[in-house]
């Protein structure tokens, strides 16, 4: 049985940090992108960023670039957020998710949409104040 478990979220000022991680068990997640996903209230899920199995290929939405870095250690099935200089905007739970598709396994493309991952966890709650 996959499970993905999301931990590190919380209550932060703006301006402050924060890192999130994901415990991937159940399999070993082997050649598969990675990727951070939120959704705030009303809203619909949204793509955060991306990470290729190797870790050397990335990919972030534009209003996170600069401030956020995806990070993953496969020995250990983990995979992180480390998000910086945070704003009320990004306030949202914040999803891991794993795609299994072979598409990714090279890096030259990532996934970035909801229906592009195939295991998801439960979700951590950031809350940024002003």
């Known amino acids: 049985q996959v499970q993905l478990v999301e931990s590190g979220g919380g209550l932060v000022q703006a301006g402050g940090s924060l890192r999130i991680s994901c415990a991937a068990s159940g399999r070993t997640f082997s050649r598969s992108a990675m990727g951070w996903f939120r959704q705030a209230p009303g809203k619909e899920r949204e793509f955060v960023a991306t990470?290729?199995?190797?870790?050397?290929?990335?990919y972030y939405t534009d209003s996170v670039k600069g401030r956020f870095t995806i990070s993953r250690d496969n020995a250990k099935n983990t995979l992180w957020l480390q998000m910086n200089s945070l704003k009320p905007e990004d306030t949202a739970v914040y999803y891991c998710?794993?795609?299994?598709?072979?598409?990714?396994?090279?890096?030259?493309?990532?996934?970035?949409?909801?229906?592009?991952?195939?295991?998801w966890g439960q979700g951590t709650q950031v809350t940024v104040s002003s």
């Open positions: 990470i290729s199995w190797i870790g050397g290929s990335t």
């Open positions: 998710a794993v795609s299994e598709s072979s598409l990714y396994y090279s890096g030259r493309i990532l996934p970035d949409r909801p229906n592009q991952y195939d295991y």
